[in-house]
């Protein structure tokens, strides 16, 4: 059983390929034909494009007609079939399955059997392109009873294996990333999903009342507020002179103040604490938010700002977001891992120790400590001020002795009074938190100023009138000391005993509660949803990414699942501009095309056909491949008449064109000219000899053939055609697969679009993937990341990896637009202007390669016009190298392919009418 020349699976859209060969498949399978036939049927085609490429034997077309008529099982279906043929056929017996328009057959009859085999598969490629199918089978409806032997050209510009598989290493490196740790930051994240980032309170709850003033948890804030407005009230009036000289510093109760302020801000603060650990859950139940409105804690309706059923399409917009500006997908898993960390509720209860800190035993302790009241400042300082002003009062001469003593006792008088109507003691006494107003060192620091003063006085006798004044103003600066040291004395104690702080301590309780309530209660279920969603989106990309990393890439093997046949067959023919051009290698005996063949002595004419009166040969006494050695055998003539059209024409050897003359032709192949046989010739006249091996140029010209007509660049010597060696009868290794000398193979290096095109391909296929599952994140996020998406990713990594081998990543994913997808030259590193000169020079016949050997030139027929011409281009070789359309003027009747890597044309030679017989259905296995 030979390799496979059909590919396994099929592109979208192209024909469904199948091979009812003998020899693909084991001999002892007798249901192998028929498994090909129903896994074709399986594949899924649009019904109006059922389109089935069979690879046939040309000997059981009729045995198979069954199977050819099972392809239509399912509706109307267009049949091409590629009938190999052997070389020693000269009929083909087809049924009416076949026949036009439904269904035509191209007839191979050289050069595809055993090893040789494995040139079917570019071939099966091209006619598998559903724009090429449809051309051929239009064009063999319009060739005499469908059937036509094809001459072909065909350029194939592709990847080197070493490119593509750097480009896939490359493409798979960037779309999974290295590992990385969860992310320190989320970034940037939809308005949706900010709001659970952070503990802000959404707009519209900012008005909400929380802690409704009937509701236990309200009437302790509002004690809580009311004690902390009467202690600082009480503060107001005892600070001023009204609280030291009256009796409003004696009624006002401050101490009693700040202890219902402590008291109401401890059992605020346990209220709080012990909704905290009631509804302390990460998800709190129906009847925990009944005991927290039990506790007057209100809950509202969720914000119109945020929803449970916005959070997955935020999600989604977010890492497709990310995925979209190309970060690897461990990257963006490490980010939506740190918003599933971030977004997970943590519960209430989490944020006790959060109010501890805020309000913790040592802060509430500072109000109930007993603050002693200081007023005076330093003692020694307070006598000698007093003394002082002692001193000034005591310098009227002789009342000096009584004034300057009575303004200290004054001093001492006013310090007694702040400490009797010190604000850290409670009217009735029971609350006192003691204090020193320096009011001996007063007393003491006066008399001895005051009795200075009047010595003073007496000794010097100054005028009353500065006496006088003196007194004044030691009675005022008194007075006003006293005053100053009491205000000085209020506000030291207050700010010891801090009750304004009760009030931040306050705020910042119901604050937490406010976020607790918003985040931890009312969000909670929101918040889930999200960590869990985000926590599944991250472990199905880090499973993505470890099978992309673990999928093999592109191997030396073709899409047929073989190891490519012509990776070590052929020469390497001329580069061309970007790539490496292979063409034909040595190849077989039968290697030939129209102006070089012998069919080494039919037996239907006894002696060997002899052509006679061509021009001279380059080499006198060269011989071309297949000569024999005697000189009976093929000479050609000069004489441009077909066989049959001169009386001077020896025995007719059948009729077909001349593919390698096209001169006379028309665009549709037209009409060859003929030529004149003489039997017998061994040699043309003048001494004409033979075109030696070196004469001969690529695609079987020779230099000598006509000046007229384009030079083709001639192939190397180890690409012409040589001798067919012997081969022993027991050999059974074959050799290995040269590269068809109708096929030239063009080699880049990857173009500096390549990886670029792969990566957005492999993401936005990711993104499909990821579409799917959005549905059931949504449903159920806690399972959905245990999703199995190995298969779908490695049904992209398969298709990807197919249009990667099949034309270099040109064609775009299904069900995808091509939009401004980069061309195949940008692809491959190869130029498509060597197809638009190919095609430039179609006109030369001889240019193409006919699949058959010389022995069946007498089967082709030579009517004028019935060769008819499909040339075919992929769209992604439009533009050449320059960016400009190099198809201009050249591609009125171009196929224009959507996909494929392969371009050149297809001439479709038809049949001698007495060859092809239409075998009906009763007649079926006559002879």
Known sequence: MNPRVVPEQPAPGHAVCLDLRAEAYDPEDRHAA??????????????????FLVVDDADRLVGHQLLHERLSSYGPAHVVCLAVGAPGERNLRRTLTLRPPAAGVLWLLDGFRGPDAAALRPLVEVLATPEVFDAVLRALGRVAGGVAVPAVRILEHDLSDEARARAWRQAVEALTGPDVPVAATVGGVPSELALLLDEAVPGSLSGHDWLPAHGRAGSRLLACRRALDDAVDGYARVRGPAGLLTRVGRDTDLPGDVERLAGALREFRGTVADAFALAGGTRPSVEERGLLADRGIQLPEMPR???????????????????????????????????????????????LAALDALCGPDRIGRLDARQPFRAGGPRLLAALVTGVLALLGGLWPGAGWALGPAVGLLAAVLALLMLRRRPNRSPDGRLDGGGSTGSGPRLVGGLVGGLAGAAVGQALGPPLWATAAAVVVAVAAVVLLALRDWTLGVDDWWERVDPEDAGRALDEIHALLVTAAVHDWLFADVRHHCSDGAGAVARLLRGLATTADAYPGPAVSDLYGNPDPYATGGAAGPGSPGGTNRT??????????????????????????????????????????????????TAWSDQPAWPGTDARSGPDVGSGPDVGSGREASQDGGAWPGREVRP????????????????????????????????????????????????????TAPAPATVPRWLERRYGDGGPALVDTLVTDLVEGVSTILDGCWAGIERDPGNAGRLPLDAPMTALLDETR????????????????????????????????????????????????????????????????????????????????????IWRGTAEDVVWTDAGRHAGVLRLVPLRADVVHTVLAEEDGAP
């Open 680 to 731: 017998g010739a061994d040699a043309a006249p003048g001494g004409h000899a033979r075109p030696g091996p070196d004469a001969w140029q690529d695609g079987g010209a020779w230099s000598g053939r006509d000046e007229r007509r384009p030079a083709v660049p001639a192939a190397p010597a180890s690409a012409r055609t040589a001798p067919a060696p012997a081969v022993s009868a027991t050999a």
């Open 305 to 351: 700002e945020i929803t449970r059923t916005g959070i997955v399409p935020a999600l989604r917009d977010h890492t497709q977001e990310l995925i979209g500006r190309r970060l690897p997908l461990r990257s963006v898993a490490a980010r939506l891992a740190a918003l599933a960390a971030r977004s997970a509720p943590a519960g209430s209860a989490a944020r």
């Open 34 to 51: 028929e498994d090909a036939v129903r896994r074709a049927l399986a594949v899924p085609q649009a019904a109006d494009e059922r389109r």
């Open 584 to 633: 034909g290698g040595a190849g077989r005996a039968g290697d030939w095309d129209w102006d070089d063949w012998s069919d080494g002595g039919d037996p239907l004419d006894g002696a060997g056909t002899t052509w006679t009166d061509q021009p001279a040969w380059p080499a006198t006494d060269a011989r071309p491949a297949g000569a024999d050695a005697s000189g009976a055998g």
């Open 802 to 885: 197919t249009r990667l081998e099949r034309d270099a990543a040109a064609s775009p994913p299904p069900g995808r637009e091509r939009g401004e997808r980069p061309d195949a030259a940008r692809l491959t590193g190869v130029a498509p202007d060597g197809v638009a000169k190919l095609l430039v020079e179609d006109d030369d016949t001889h240019l193409t390669v006919p699949l058959c050997g010389p022995e069946h030139l007498r089967l082709l027929s030579h009517e004028p016009g019935a060769v008819r011409r499909v040339r075919f281009v992929p769209e992604t070789m439009r533009r050449g190298t320059t960016g400009d359309d």
